[in-house]
């Protein structure tokens, strides 16, 4: 399994930006996968945030997220992205990027069982 690591998350006010990032320090092509951002507050069961696909990264999102995140890749820093603006107190939770490696992304927005590769989260706070 490739090691995936997440940085980015922070303590942030109401209406506050993050950027999260991912990378896999083995060197594996990102790229070269379907990638998600996935998060679980405590208490609540991992729920998708958004995934970008192997070829055209074209990107889905859960209705949560749509129009204030915006998940991105850079092939060159081999590096996974997720913007976060207009941050909620229901943002709070740990954020998990996860990867399905030399896969393309499933048509639906996929589960979390989609996945076999993780990090071990970055933890993002966000208060009224």
């Known amino acids: 399994q490739a090691q995936l690591a997440e940085s980015g998350g922070g303590s942030v006010q109401a209406g506050g930006s993050l950027r999260l990032s991912c990378t896999n320090p083995g060197g594996f092509r990102l790229s070269n996968s379907c990638m998600g951002w996935f998060r679980q507050a405590p208490g609540k069961e991992r729920e998708v945030v958004a995934v970008i696909d192997r070829d055209d990264a074209s990107a889905q999102y859960a209705e949560f997220s749509k129009g204030r995140f915006t998940i991105s890749k850079d092939a060159v820093k081999n590096t996974l992205f997720l913007q976060m603006n207009n941050l909620k107190p229901e943002d709070t939770a740990l954020y998990y990027c996860?990867?399905?490696?030399?896969?393309?992304?499933?048509?639906?927005?996929?589960?979390?069982?989609?996945?076999?590769?993780w990090g071990q989260g970055t933890q993002v706070t966000v208060s009224s």
């Open positions: 996860a990867a399905e490696f030399w896969q393309l992304c499933p048509p639906t927005l996929p589960g979390p069982s989609s996945f076999s590769d």
